[in-house]
């Protein structure tokens, strides 16, 4: 099959070092990942309000952040002979998986208060409590920017239930590395594709920190929301006079899973709480976000990480959701050896309970996103990379792009016009809790729901 090679690997004389951290941002490449905070070993960065790197102090000069910095580039072919073997070849779907089940932590509390089955604390709590694990590096709200997460090294049960639930907003939370520099460990990390990224191009070329991480948890991602959007959309429907207190993205209610969803609390005491389950309310907000460095990311299914955990958007022969349980489930790909024997002995320990799966049940769920992220966003780099625009470095080959990937896209640009317009954005977004909004997007379920009655991909 003719493929298609991308572009060569970054100019060395055009980023290099924080100057060449500050093009990144500049180039609106930076994936606000924090690794250039965490990694430095001077503590040259800070992070600015909207969560970019920004220098605090000087620099010597050593690129560790340059060389990290997955905004730039990712060599999977690299990356993945070195976690696989010589058999890894960038272009599955969703990457090498050696084992798959939907699973939920047996602890009532933890799963309880989960975004899905809760199986990332559980399984962090197991590790801390069996003292495999020193502490979890993992994200909770920003107490001074309810809009952001923070990292935290979760090193109590007590931190790790305040780090429960997604977070579909910035979060840089790799800055935390910075304050585990003079610790062996080990430590266990939870993070988004774009996160796993850059600690895995260090872990390549300084193996301390392959020691000091050894277990990565990664989440399935499609995009993460720009704080800036979740503020827009507090303002929009904050009752007068009043400011965004907190936000829970995942928040439960009497009906359990899937219906936990955004809620957001205002100083004055008051809640808004999405009409939506989690995946139509971040649909109707990312309608109106700048998706940024997101829309040039090719890993949905966060294939470097140990274990890769989503929602188990899996349907049955009716339509329906096949693993609904009002307590609520986590789907779970196993890809290395060390996060099947994690798995294993938190199912022996009878910390998780687990049912095994095929691994195509959670393709078939994520399928629309996979697509999206491994060939649509093919497309979109070279289009902007012949348009001469800043592109990441990806040096693999891909598959030409189909004539469907090209219409999708061309649709899907006409939508991102929304985002550049202020006041449109508001339209959309009121239109999109609308009467009217919940109409169509009742439709659209239901249609989903008959297609894959039918045997035919849920789109």
Same mark, same amino acid.
């Given at each position: 099959?003719?493929?298609?090679?991308?572009?060569?690997?970054?100019?060395?004389?055009?980023?290099?070092?924080?100057?060449?951290?500050?093009?990144?941002?500049?180039?609106?490449?930076?994936?606000?990942?924090?690794?250039?905070?965490?990694?430095?070993?001077?503590?040259?960065?800070?992070?600015?309000?909207?969560?970019?790197?920004?220098?605090?102090?000087?620099?010597?000069?050593?690129?560790?952040?340059?060389?990290?910095?997955?905004?730039?580039?990712?060599?999977?072919?690299?990356?993945?002979?070195?976690?696989?073997?010589?058999?890894?070849?960038?272009?599955?779907?969703?990457?090498?998986?050696?084992?798959?089940?939907?699973?939920?932590?047996?602890?009532?509390?933890?799963?309880?208060?989960?975004?899905?089955?809760?199986?990332?604390?559980?399984?962090?709590?197991?590790?801390?409590?069996?003292?495999?694990?020193?502490?979890?590096?993992?994200?909770?709200?920003?107490?001074?920017?309810?809009?952001?997460?923070?990292?935290?090294?979760?090193?109590?049960?007590?931190?790790?239930?305040?780090?429960?639930?997604?977070?579909?907003?910035?979060?840089?939370?790799?800055?935390?590395?910075?304050?585990?520099?003079?610790?062996?460990?080990?430590?266990?990390?939870?993070?988004?594709?774009?996160?796993?990224?850059?600690?895995?191009?260090?872990?390549?070329?300084?193996?301390?920190?392959?020691?000091?991480?050894?277990?990565?948890?990664?989440?399935?991602?499609?995009?993460?929301?720009?704080?800036?959007?979740?503020?827009?959309?507090?303002?929009?429907?904050?009752?007068?006079?009043?400011?965004?207190?907190?936000?829970?993205?995942?928040? !439960? %209610? $009497? +009906? &359990?899973?899937?219906?936990?969803?955004?809620?957001?609390? =205002? #100083?004055?005491?008051?809640?808004?709480?999405?009409?939506?389950?989690?995946?139509?309310?971040?649909?109707?907000?990312?309608?109106?976000?700048?998706?940024?460095?997101?829309?040039?990311?090719?890993?949905?299914?966060?294939?470097?990480?140990?274990?890769?955990?989503?929602?188990?958007?899996? !349907? %049955? $022969? +009716? &339509?329906?959701?096949?693993?609904?349980?009002?307590?609520? =489930? #986590?789907?779970?790909?196993?890809?290395?050896?060390?996060?099947?024997?994690?798995?294993?002995?938190?199912?022996?320990?009878?910390?998780?309970?687990?049912?095994?799966?095929?691994?195509?049940?959670?393709?078939?769920?994520?399928?629309?996103?996979?697509?999206?992220?491994?060939?649509?966003?093919?497309?979109?780099?070279?289009?902007?990379?012949?348009?001469?625009?800043?592109?990441? #470095?990806?040096?693999?080959?891909?598959?030409?792009?189909?004539?469907?990937?090209?219409?999708?896209?061309?649709?899907?640009?006409?939508?991102?016009?929304?985002?550049?317009?202020?006041?449109?954005?508001?339209?959309?977004?009121?239109?999109?809790?609308?009467?009217?909004?919940?109409?169509?997007?009742?439709?659209?379920?239901?249609?989903?729901?008959?297609?894959?009655?039918?045997?035919?991909?849920?789109?």
């Amino acid at each position: 099959m003719k493929t298609i090679p991308m572009n060569s690997p970054p100019d060395n004389n055009r980023y290099r070092n924080v100057d060449g951290i500050l093009k990144v941002v500049e180039d609106k490449l930076c994936h606000r990942c924090g690794a250039c905070i965490g990694l430095c070993p001077v503590s040259t960065f800070g992070i600015d309000r909207n969560g970019y790197p920004m220098q605090i102090d000087d620099c010597i000069e050593c690129n560790i952040c340059v060389q990290s910095c997955s905004g730039l580039g990712v060599d999977y072919n690299t990356i993945g002979e070195r976690m696989y073997g010589q058999e890894y070849t960038y272009g599955d779907m969703m990457g090498p998986v050696i084992g798959a089940c939907v699973a939920h932590a047996v602890d009532e509390t933890i799963r309880n208060n989960a975004a899905s089955g809760g199986v990332v604390t559980q399984l962090f709590d197991y590790l801390l409590e069996s003292g495999q694990i020193k502490g979890a590096i993992v994200v909770v709200e920003d107490p001074e920017n309810p809009a952001m997460g923070k990292g935290i090294v979760a090193r109590t049960r007590e931190e790790l239930l305040q780090s429960q639930q997604s977070r579909y907003t910035t979060s840089p939370h790799l800055h935390i590395l910075n304050t585990i520099h003079e610790e062996e460990g080990p430590f266990a990390l939870v993070a988004l594709p774009c996160q796993i990224h850059s600690l895995r191009k260090r872990q390549m070329v300084d193996p301390r920190w392959t020691k000091k991480i050894p277990i990565i948890i990664g989440l399935l991602c499609h995009y993460s929301l720009p704080m800036s959007s979740t503020e827009e959309a507090a303002a929009l429907l904050a009752p007068p006079g009043t400011s965004l207190a907190h936000t829970r993205y995942r928040q !439960r %209610d $009497e +009906r &359990g899973w899937p219906f936990n969803t955004l809620e957001m609390t =205002f #100083s004055d005491g008051s809640v808004w709480r999405s009409p939506y389950g989690p995946a139509q309310t971040f649909n109707v907000i990312s309608r109106i976000s700048p998706l940024g460095r997101c829309l040039q990311c090719l890993d949905a299914a966060a294939e470097f990480s140990d274990i890769s955990i989503c929602d188990p958007w899996i !349907r %049955d $022969e +009716r &339509g329906n959701w096949k693993y609904e349980e009002p307590e609520g =489930f #986590s789907g779970v790909l196993i890809r290395t050896k060390q996060g099947a024997a994690v798995v294993e002995k938190a199912v022996a320990a009878g910390r998780l309970s687990a049912k095994a799966i095929p691994p195509e049940e959670i393709r078939s769920g994520q399928q629309q996103m996979m697509v999206e992220k491994k060939l649509r966003t093919a497309f979109r780099i070279d289009v902007r990379r012949k348009l001469k625009m800043a592109v990441p #470095s990806y040096p693999m080959e891909f598959a030409p792009h189909q004539r469907k990937v090209i219409v999708h896209e061309v649709l899907f640009w006409f939508m991102r016009l929304i985002p550049a317009f202020k006041p449109i954005r508001g339209f959309f977004l009121q239109l999109g809790f609308s009467r009217v909004g919940r109409y169509l997007i009742d439709r659209r379920m239901k249609r989903r729901e008959r297609r894959a009655a039918a045997g035919k991909p849920a789109v």
